[in-house]
């Protein structure tokens, strides 16, 4: 069963402007993780955040944390025309059994347009 | 420097035909995972290996099968493809102590066409 959910599904702005996506997820989590994957191509990994972490940056990335409120989200400043990209959020869930593999969002398509 | 590879970057198999698609990794990272990825959709997980331990999702059918020879290399076995398992097979791997995984690190893909 899907785990996260993004929104919005497609997001379209204007080179420059700063693009946020939202994840939510519905089980307690080990670390909640951001990919973006071009199209056709494999899964780039942008940020890892654990639950007891509450807001990560990398560059122009900033990602937050709620675990009160089971969801994350996703701010890319300043975008550029390569920001163009499918992003998916994805849960390592936390099972008590081993490490366990990820269970991703339906992603949300970005669109920079020039 | 590639750390997940997989081979064959494309895959084009017979219906019904037996394929296997290979991943290996140079990040000596002892749990290595698959994941199906359909067009427009989320890769989901097929299965992964914890070390040499197998660990099958409830819902991946009979069909696939995995090997894991040694720690570098993972394969993913379609014993007899149908038109619905064409997809982007996505091998990723992870260092991880008891329950706390690290960061997914994933290849870039095999595209499997089923004619």
């Known amino acids: 069963s899907q785990q996260g959910e993004e929104d919005p599904q497609a997001l379209s702005i204007q080179e420059g402007e700063n693009a946020t996506m939202n994840c939510s997820y519905k089980?307690?989590?080990?670390?909640l993780q951001w990919y973006r994957q071009n199209s056709g191509r494999g899964l780039v990994h942008l940020i890892l955040?654990?639950?007891?972490?509450r807001e990560k940056h990398s560059g122009r990335l900033r990602v937050t944390l709620d675990t009160s409120k089971k969801s994350s989200s996703l701010l890319i400043t300043a975008s550029r025309a390569a920001d163009t990209a499918s992003y998916f959020c994805?849960?390592?869930?936390?099972?008590?059994?081993?490490?366990?593999?990820?269970?991703f969002g339906k992603g949300t398509h970005l669109i920079i347009q020039p | 420097d590639a750390m997940v590879i997989q081979n064959p970057r494309y895959q084009v198999t017979q219906f019904g035909k037996p394929v296997t698609l290979s991943c290996s990794q140079t990040?000596?990272?002892?749990?290595m995972y698959w994941y199906q990825q359909k067009s427009s959709q989320a890769p989901k997980l097929l299965f992964h290996?914890?070390?040499?331990?197998?660990?099958n999702e409830a819902d991946t059918p009979d069909n696939f099968q995995s090997r894991r020879p040694n720690t570098s290399f993972c394969f993913l076995d379609i014993r007899s493809p149908g038109l619905g398992d064409a997809a982007m097979y996505l091998c990723?791997?992870?260092?991880?102590?008891?329950?706390?995984?690290?960061?997914?690190?994933f290849g870039p893909g095999t595209r499997l066409l089923v004619l």
């Open positions: 990723a791997t992870s260092r991880a102590v008891g329950t706390v995984q690290e960061t997914q690190y």
């Open positions: 994805a849960t390592d869930m936390y099972s008590g059994g081993g490490a366990d593999g990820l269970t």
């Open positions: 955040i654990r639950s007891n972490e």
């Open positions: 990040l000596n990272h002892n749990v």
């Open positions: 089980t307690s989590i080990n670390n």
């Open positions: 290996y914890y070390d040499k331990d197998f660990n």
